[in-house]
């Protein structure tokens, strides 16, 4: 059984719920675990949220060109 070919409209909405869902994450584990034990993993998860929000943006300006 195959799956359907990604097309870049199911790309962006992939893009754009993975980089809510880390910023929502990076926002809620202070309050979880403690600032202090995990400041580096929020920093990382903030820095993944923003790089795929502008590959969301990429995308939306790719499907506006083509």
Known sequence: M???PL???DLSILL???SILLLATA???PY???EKTV???IKKLRNLSLVLG???LVTIVI???V
Do not use: R
Request: glycine share 4%.
């Open 27 to 29: 926002e809620l584990l």
């Open 32 to 34: 979880i675990f403690g």
């Open 7 to 9: 097309v870049i409209q």
């Open 2 to 4: 195959s799956l359907p």
């Open 16 to 18: 754009a719920i993975s």
């Open 54 to 56: 502008i590959l969301f």
């Open 39 to 41: 400041t580096s993993d």
């Open 63 to 65: 499907n506006y060109l």
